[in-house]
C-alpha cells in the first residue's frame, strides 16, 4: 500500500490544519501558569554561563543599564548573545566607521588598572574606586590622606581639629550626565585598604564617638554640644559650625548626585572621553588630553584648522635633574578622509620645564600645543596619538570626525568664535607664522577639560575672542558695506545680559567684504557663574543674518 500524506491540508482561511491533531490544543500556544513562568525564566537564566556570565557580572557590570541587563537574561540562545555583545559595544563606540572600538578598549583598560591599584580582600573592579574609576575614568585630581592623622575641617564641615581614617577625595571638574565639580569621598574605616563611597564627610572623623575629642569650631566655643550631631537626622553628622546651616539645604543635591553615580554612565557618543590603549595592558593610568579645533577661511577652496591640544601638567611624568623638573610628550597626528587615506600627518615634541620646587603648585597648570592645517571643505577623520616619554605605557589618543565648512561666495559666514585667554597683535615680520598666529593676531584659544564643557576664566584675567566675518554684502554705488555686529554678554543662570553693545562695519571698515573681530573684556566685574557671548551679525546689504555663541564660566 502506498503511504499516506501526511502534509497538513490547507484550511478554509489559508492557514493549514492536520486532520489527526485537530482536537488537540497547541501546547506552545497555552498560558503558562506563574509557577511555569518563574521556572522557565530561571531556566533562562541558568543557561547564562561561562564567558557570558563573567561578561554580564564582571566586565560590564558598572556600565550596562537595567534595561540592557534584562534584555541579555532573556535570551535564549549563544548566538543572540553574541550578537547583542556586539551591539552593546557598537552603541558604545565614538567612531562606529573605525574597526576599533575605543570605548571598548578604554573600559578594559580602566578595569585593568582597578584591578592593579584598588585590589582590597577583593578584585579592585569590585571597589567602590574601582567602581567610579571604571564608570567614569580617571578623576581630575585626588586629595588622599592614606595614613589619616590631623585633619583641619574646613567650614562647610564644621570647623576645627580632628584625626581620621584614611581617606581620599575625588575631584572631577565634569561628569556628562551628573555635572560640573563633582566630588566623591571614599574612607578606609577598617584601616585595611578597602575604601568605600561615603554620603556623610562625617564617617572619616576617627574621634567622632570620643566624648569631648575632635570638636566643631561651634562645639570649642560653647555654642552647640557634641551630642547634638547624633539627635539631628539626616545624611551627615559633621556637627554645627559656621556654615553648616548650609548642608542640610544640599543633602537632596548629595543624594541626586550619589544615584547618578551609583547609575550607569550616559550612552552619549560624543560626550566619549577620547582615549583608546595600546593593545597591551597598560601598567598606569590613561594619559588623558583635550582638543578643540577651529575653522578659519583662506580661500573658496582652502579653510585653516587649527588643532590646539591642552595636557594638564598633574597628568605629565617629570623627571628631575639640577633643579629642574622635565616633562615631555611625543605627539603623532593624521589625518585621513574617510576611506583611510592618509592627507596629512604631523608630529612634535613637547617639552614642560619647571623649577623642582614649584612643581607640586603647577600642578593644575595646562600646557597648550598649537597645529594649524590647511584642508579642503570636506569631511576627515584626526587621530592624534600622545605618549609620555618618562612613562612609556603612558599612551593617550584622541580621535574624531570633522567637518570642515565650505565658504560660498554668495552666503554671510563667519570662521569659529574663539575664546581665548591671550590675544595680541604681532610684529609685521611674524604675520601669519608662528604657534597661535592667525594673520596679524596671536590668538590662543581656551580649551575645555570635556567637549560639552565651557571653558573657564579667571575674574582676574581678560575674556578675549576672535571671530571673522566673510562675504559681506558691498553697495554697488558707494562701494561700502553696510552691516551691524551685535555683542551680547548674558548669565544664563539668571539670564540677565550683562554687556550689549554694536558697531557698525561702514564706520570701522567700510569697503571690505571681510571683517575680523577682536574685543577684550576685563572679567573682575563679572560675578562668578556660567556665562553665554553671542556676535550677531546682522548685514543690511544682503540682509542676511548669522550669530556665533560660547560659552564659558567665570570663577
Not at 623627571?319 to 583611510?340: E, F, H, M, Q, W
Request: glycine share 6%; with cysteine; hydrophobic share 35%.
Amino acid at each position: 500500500m502506498p503511504a499516506q500524506d501526511a502534509s497538513p491540508l490547507p484550511a478554509v482561511d489559508g492557514t493549514t490544519t492536520n486532520p489527526a491533531n485537530v482536537e488537540k490544543p497547541d501546547p506552545l500556544k497555552r498560558q503558562l501558569t506563574d509557577k511555569e513562568k518563574r521556572a522557565q525564566q530561571k531556566a533562562l537564566r541558568g543557561e547564562l554561563h561561562g564567558v557570558y556570565k563573567k561578561w554580564l557580572d564582571e566586565d560590564v557590570r558598572w556600565i550596562i543599564t537595567d534595561q540592557e541587563r534584562k534584555a541579555f537574561e532573556n535570551l535564549s540562545n549563544d548566538e543572540e548573545r553574541d550578537s547583542f555583545i556586539e551591539n552593546f559595544w557598537l552603541r558604545r563606540n565614538p567612531n562606529p566607521d573605525s574597526p576599533e572600538n575605543e570605548y571598548k578598549e578604554e573600559h578594559y583598560a580602566r578595569i585593568a588598572y582597578a584591578n592593579e591599584h584598588f585590589a582590597a580582600g577583593m578584585p579592585g573592579w569590585k571597589t567602590d574606586r574601582g567602581h567610579i574609576y571604571i564608570a567614569y575614568g580617571k578623576p581630575d585630581s585626588i586629595d588622599s590622606h592614606p595614613s589619616g592623622g590631623n585633619y583641619e575641617r574646613p567650614m562647610d564641615e564644621g570647623g576645627g581639629e580632628t584625626s581620621t581614617f584614611p581617606f581620599e577625595v575625588w575631584h572631577y571638574r565634569y561628569l556628562a550626565g551628573i555635572g560640573d565639580n563633582i566630588d566623591i569621598e571614599f574612607v578606609d574605616t577598617c584601616m585595611c585598604g578597602d575604601y568605600h563611597m561615603t554620603l556623610d564627610r562625617s564617617e572619616k572623623d576617627a574621634l567622632k564617638h570620643v566624648p569631648g575629642a575632635g570638636l566643631t569650631l561651634y562645639e570649642e566655643q560653647g555654642q552647640a554640644k557634641k551630642a547634638d550631631r547624633f539627635s539631628g537626622g539626616g545624611l551627615e553628622q559633621l556637627g554645627t559650625g559656621p556654615m553648616s546651616s548650609q548642608n542640610q539645604s544640599k543633602e537632596f543635591d548629595r543624594l541626586d548626585q550619589y544615584a547618578k553615580l551609583m547609575a550607569p554612565p550616559v550612552i552619549k557618543f560624543k560626550d566619549l572621553e577620547s582615549f583608546m590603549a595600546t593593545s597591551k595592558i597598560l601598567t598606569g593610568p590613561p594619559f588623558l588630553f583635550s582638543v578643540r579645533t577651529d575653522y578659519v577661511k583662506i580661500t573658496n577652496d582652502t579653510v585653516l584648522v587649527p588643532l590646539t591640544l591642552q595636557i594638564r601638567n598633574g597628568d605629565i611624568t617629570f623627571s628631575n635633574k639640577d633643579g629642574v623638573a622635565t616633562g615631555t610628550v611625543n605627539i603623532l597626528g593624521r589625518v585621513s578622509n574617510l576611506n583611510d587615506r592618509p592627507i596629512q600627518t604631523f608630529e612634535d615634541t613637547v617639552n614642560v620645564q619647571v623649577p623642582s620646587e614649584l612643581l607640586a603648585r603647577t600642578q593644575n597648570n595646562v600646557s597648550v600645543y598649537w597645529k594649524a592645517l590647511p584642508l579642503r571643505p570636506g569631511l576627515y577623520k584626526v587621530d592624534i596619538a600622545i605618549k609620555d616619554v618618562n612613562s612609556p605605557d603612558h599612551i593617550g589618543r584622541w580621535k574624531r570626525s570633522i567637518n570642515v565648512p565650505k565658504y560660498d561666495d554668495d552666503h554671510l559666514a563667519s570662521s569659529s568664535l574663539i575664546l581665548a585667554d591671550q590675544m595680541e597683535h604681532v610684529p609685521s615680520r611674524d604675520i601669519g607664522a608662528g604657534n597661535f598666529v592667525i594673520g596679524d593676531t596671536r590668538i590662543r584659544p581656551r580649551v575645555p577639560s570635556e567637549m560639552s564643557v565651557p571653558v573657564t576664566f579667571h575674574r582676574a584675567q581678560n575674556l578675549n575672542f576672535w571671530m571673522q566675518v566673510y562675504n559681506l554684502g558691498i553697495d554697488e554705488k558707494s562701494k561700502h558695506n553696510d552691516a551691524t555686529i551685535e555683542y551680547q554678554i548674558v548669565n544664563t543662570a539668571t539670564n540677565q545680559t550683562v554687556l550689549q553693545t554694536q558697531e557698525l562695519t561702514s564706520k570701522t571698515n567700510p569697503n571690505a567684504d571681510q571683517v575680523t573681530l577682536e574685543k577684550s573684556m576685563p572679567l573682575a566685574s563679572l560675578a562668578p557663574g556660567k556665562y553665554k557671548v553671542t556676535i550677531k551679525v546682522d548685514d543690511g546689504i544682503t540682509k542676511q543674518q548669522i550669530a556665533e555663541s560660547a560659552p564659558f564660566v567665570v570663577d
